[in-house]
């Protein structure tokens, strides 16, 4: 029995494999989609891919590896990490790959998603820091990239007040070094659209006193070496327990992936990213100080931007820090790097089988005084200029059942803590639930936990939710998450509460066709749009309807089509609709140098509020979460060439067209974004070339 | 005055949450999403579900709702095999001294193979308020399970087709005259995944989802969702020999937590 499994398990995965290549896109792509549904718009997630990418080159030897760098793979659920060391512990070292197939979680769909990334053969290359070795064995990787919004905005007309001072071009250049895991290295630049290029009044930050670029970001990376597990100088993320108390960058939470709720914490990574704001510059390490026992001490200093005001002695002091990272008006440009946030301190980690506790202490400190806007929902936000931060985390695995949790205070002000668990009822069906609380006063400058707000204060709430997959054939996930918000927030102007439901239906009876049906309700309260004396709250309800279909046609072209509605309600007024549709077709064939894929998208929606986001292809790196707002058309065209075997050269075109036909006068976008006309297109060229 | 505003208050919380009859702790854990799960009390649910009894059992419930100083519910259901045939009976009383709502029942439930089963039950409704005045009605819920597979269930009840209402008019109260459609799906014999879709006339389509998970041989977990209104269900299961207790709390937007606990025991 077990020996006609593998037989059939190998012609399955041999299967995989042959497409792996072809697919690895795409893998990063549903993995994205299913993962990052909440998704800010303007978030980078080019760390993730970049993460991926690299495995795929470099895969990860499951005998040689740790919970940590497992966890990076995000798609793999803590369980899952956790029964695979515990099956090595018990049964020695992996043989072969088809084993996984034994270990208790192991679907299909996760060992599928899984084998590109990783590999038993110890890599045969000495990975000793020589500088023979790391000139032979370094992989470089330059990237280059240009873009621009072709239409002119208003932004860049002479304008008498505000205007964008710089060009409408956006460049990024990045590269990148790794030589096997034992050194790593970046160097970021970029300019947004509307910035100075070259000239620019400010440098780009402390550590790069440059003028030439708007941002520049990098780090140095030694790794691995005795008892130093990481050491990064310049750039850096640490993300540690459930995201409550230390976590820089994005972590993902509620989706239709349900245990996405359990964070992955990675520990201290080097940055790579081109996000102006989410990162800790300075420098860290990873110490194993006992055994099983790792130390994280770190130290940063940065410069932030923030809008100041004066206060009654004269102190410039500052309400909120700007994540924006664009500095294209006199007012961005004058709020560039005006506060300066030093932070530091240390993180313990120990684990054994099984088990993993930490304790997380630091402190973070700003030249300016912080003072909460006058408005009620903000009085207990951050004051003053010092703040101080522990917190502690656990996770322990018992059984089918993996435990989780953190706690987090800032001194002299709020506590905040969640718990839950990831349990494996049947071979098929896994719940997950979490349990919050977050007082109004805790205060920290590193958190993502969890939560539906944009911050993770001011709510309690509880999430549970299942995944069942009953067949190879089918799979069903659901959640439901009920939150309250005990102080008021903006506009909201009363304790308030809310839920939000999800169930997700996907049918993939081969394996190039899928089918996914899946309804999204989310009831929130707000501040009623009447006019009255003392605003109550009104419910705001929306409902998202899907459904998708992927399928190909050939080994070279592969289709997509998705229909999603849109329900918007607030209070006792008329429910509002948004529609859109649109057709993908993507060209891969198995060993041509061309790739491509279009777009062309209806939508129609009656206002921003029934708005709605979907995942578009682009150029390596970049994400793009479309938004479809308004009436009309939307198209684009990517293509990918490989000019030669380590030069890829990718090219996109964008474009909306609206379709608001009753104006004398159309304009597209708001503001100094503002656009004559009715079309707004983009394009974006990138070079990238691997050495 | 303050009795008109209790009794207000009171049968306003009736037809909001009293809309179904108490279903147990351990359904009301799985989120009432009942309808194709076999249990004791499924006689205030799908009466078909007796059929999964298979001895004699009786079992009492009672739910404390904790928005009101003394406002509770107090039931009762004892199930009788016999070959494949099965009786039943239960009790419900809702509310306080002064306001009170009985639904009593009776129901016969029969075996077709091991695939099929069907049910049929008998109520009696009396509204008592002190002081105030009686009213009574009866009403019929039927119902039938069908196994499509060993791992998938499906049911399907009625209550109260024939729309009975109470015949005094002073009465706001209503006999809900409701359709549930569930499915079950049944992993292993450690896990109940359950969900129902009921359409009650008056009301929107609720949909419930519930999952049952015996961690052990002794004692199980299990949550439970509705959507409309949206309540979050969880509790659990001890059992021990013959005798069975289970704990559930329900968490409603508005009316807050209310816990309940049952006893039952399996002669």
């Known amino acids: ?691 | 005055m303050r009795k008109i505003l209790l009794l207000s208050i009171f049968s306003l919380f009736v037809s909001e949450a009293f809309a179904q009859y108490n279903q147990g702790a351990r359904l009301t854990a799985m989120g009432n999403a009942s309808a194709a799960v076999f249990d004791t009390w499924s006689l205030n649910a799908n009466p078909a579900g007796i059929t999964g009894q298979k001895t004699p059992t009786a079992a009492l419930n009672y739910a404390r709702y904790l928005f009101g100083s003394e406002l509770a519910e107090q039931s009762f259901a004892f199930v009788l095999p016999f070959n494949n045939n099965f009786a039943g009976v239960s009790i419900n009383r809702y509310g306080i001294s002064e306001f009170s709502e009985i639904k009593a029942g009776f129901g016969l439930a029969k075996k077709f193979g091991e695939e099929l089963s069907i049910g049929v039950k008998a109520n009696i409704h009396q509204i008592k308020i002190t002081n105030y005045g009686n009213a009574t009605t009866f009403s019929v819920d039927a119902g039938v399970n069908y196994a499509l597979s060993k791992q998938i269930g499906l049911g399907l009840y009625v209550n109260n087709p024939s729309s009975q209402e109470y015949k005094s008019t002073n009465v706001e109260t209503y006999i809900p005259t409701a359709v549930h459609f569930g499915a079950t799906y049944i992993p292993s014999n450690k896990v109940i995944i359950a969900t129902t879709i009921s359409k009650d006339f008056e009301r929107k389509f609720d949909v419930l989802v519930g999952a049952d998970y015996k961690f052990h041989e002794m004692l199980s977990f299990r949550g439970g969702l509705s959507a409309k209104p949206f309540k979050q269900y969880v509790g659990m299961g001890l059992n021990y020999q013959k005798l069975i207790m289970d704990v559930a709390v329900e968490s409603h937007p508005q009316i807050g937590y209310t816990p309940q606990i049952g006893l039952s025991y399996a002669f």
């Open chain 1, 1 to 691: 029995m077990r020996f006609k499994l593998f037989i059939l398990a190998a012609f399955l995965l041999i299967g995989f494999a042959a497409k792996a290549q072809t697919q690895e896109d795409q893998l990063i792509k549903d993995l994205i989609e299913s993962i990052a549904e909440n998704l800010p718009e303007d978030y980078d997630l080019s760390e993730l891919q970049d993460r991926l990418t690299y495995y795929r080159r470099h895969p990860i030897n499951l005998n040689n590896t740790t919970a940590e760098e497992l966890k990076t793979l995000v798609f793999l659920s803590p369980l899952q990490i956790s029964n695979l060391f515990e099956h090595i512990r018990k049964n020695g070292k992996l043989i072969d790959l088809l084993e996984l197939q034994s270990i208790p979680e192991f679907d299909l769909t996760s060992i599928q998603r899984l084998l590109p990334f990783v590999t038993l053969d110890q890599s045969s290359i000495s990975d000793k820091i020589t500088l023979a070795n790391m000139a032979k064995y370094g992989n470089n990787d330059l990237m280059l990239r240009y873009g621009r919004v072709i239409e002119k905005s208003r932004g860049y007309t002479d304008l008498p007040g505000s205007r964008y001072l710089g060009t409408p071009d956006r460049y990024l250049l990045r590269y990148r070094y790794t030589y096997s895991n034992r050194v790593s290295a970046s160097l970021v630049m970029e300019k947004d659209a509307g910035e100075y290029l070259f000239k620019n009044p400010k440098p780009a930050s402390y550590f790069f006193p440059s003028n030439y670029t708007d941002f520049m970001s990098g780090h140095v990376a030694i790794l691995n070496t005795g008892r130093f597990k990481k050491i990064v100088l310049g750039d850096y993320t640490m993300q540690f327990g459930q995201a409550l108390t230390l976590w820089s960058g994005f972590a993902f939470g509620k989706s239709p992936d349900v245990t996405g709720v359990a964070k992955r914490d990675v520990g201290l990574r080097p940055y790579t990213s081109a996000n102006e704001f989410a990162f800790l510059r300075g420098a860290a390490a990873t110490v194993e100080i006992a055994k099983n026992l790792d130390f994280s001490p770190f130290f940063s200093h940065r410069k932030l931007d923030a809008s100041l005001s004066t206060n009654a002695d004269g102190e410039r002091t500052v309400s909120t820090i700007n994540e924006t990272g664009l500095h294209r008006t006199q007012n961005e440009i004058r709020n560039k790097n005006s506060t300066e946030q030093i932070v530091y301190g240390g993180v313990l980690q120990y684990r054994v089988t099984g088990l993993s506790i930490g304790a997380v202490a630091y402190h973070t400190s700003f030249n300016r005084l912080f003072v909460p806007g006058s408005s009620l929902y903000q009085q207990f936000n951050f004051a003053g200029k010092e703040l101080t931060n522990v917190g502690a985390h656990y996770s322990y695995t018992y059984k089918n059942f993996y435990f989780f949790g953190e706690f987090g205070k800032s001194l002299d002000a709020g506590l905040a803590y969640v718990n839950g668990a990831l349990v494996s009822l049947s071979s098929t069906v896994s719940a997950v639930v979490l349990h919050r609380n977050y007082q109004k006063n805790y205060h920290n400058f590193f958190n993502q936990a969890t939560a539906e707000a944009s911050e993770a204060i001011n709510e309690k709430g509880f999430y549970a939710g299942l995944n069942i997959n009953p067949s190879k054939v089918w799979s069903i996930q659901l959640y439901g998450d009920y939150f309250k918000y005990p102080w008021l927030r903006f506009r909201v102007d009363a304790p308030s509460d809310g839920y939000e439901f999800l169930g997700q239906v996907t049918y993939s009876p081969t394996k190039t066709f899928r089918a996914i049906l899946r309804f999204k309700s989310e009831v929130k309260q707000q501040n009623t749009a009447e006019v009255v004396p003392f605003n109550y709250l009104d419910d705001v309800k929306r409902e998202n309807y899907r459904a998708e279909v992927k399928w190909a046609l050939g080994k070279s072209f592969g289709f997509q089509n998705r229909v999603e509605v849109v329900q918007f309600k607030k209070g006792t007024g008329n429910s509002e609709f948004g529609y859109l549709a649109y057709q993908d077709v993507s060209y891969n064939p198995l060993s041509s140098r061309l790739t491509g894929n279009i777009r062309v998208a209806y939508f129609n929606t009656a206002s921003y509020d029934s708005r709605i986001y979907a995942y578009e292809d682009d150029v390596l790196y970049n994400f793009t979460f479309g938004l479809y707002n308004g009436k009309g058309l939307r198209g684009y065209a990517n293509l990918k060439y490989r000019l030669a075997k380590r030069l890829d050269v990718w090219g996109r075109y964008a474009l909306y067209n609206y379709d608001n036909v009753e104006d004398a006068d159309p304009t597209v976008g708001s503001g100094l974004d503002e656009i004559k006309g009715r079309m707004k297109s983009e394009m974006r060229v990138q070079l990238r070339y691997q050495f």
